[in-house]
């Protein structure tokens, strides 16, 4: 008996496997070269990085611990 997904394909998400794919293997199949032309493509953009502090997980004036 062959199951198939009952669900629709979503167009989106394989969009975003496709891109993601072309990209690792224009970066040579490597996750660190990848990292690496990424970072440069965002130096090239000139635009500023955006470093948000860390949030809390707790509200500091309850009681939980």
Not at 5 to 10: E, M, S, V
Not at 26 to 48: F, M, T, V
Request: glycine residues 4%.
């Amino acid at each position: 008996m062959i199951v198939t997904d009952p669900r629709p394909a979503d167009q989106i998400i394989e969009e975003v496997r496709r891109n993601r794919e072309q990209l690792l293997r224009e970066a040579g199949g490597s996750i660190d070269a990848l990292c690496e032309a990424l970072k440069e493509l965002e130096r090239a953009e000139h635009r500023p990085v955006v470093k948000l502090p860390p949030r809390r997980l707790t509200d500091p004036g309850s009681d939980a611990a």
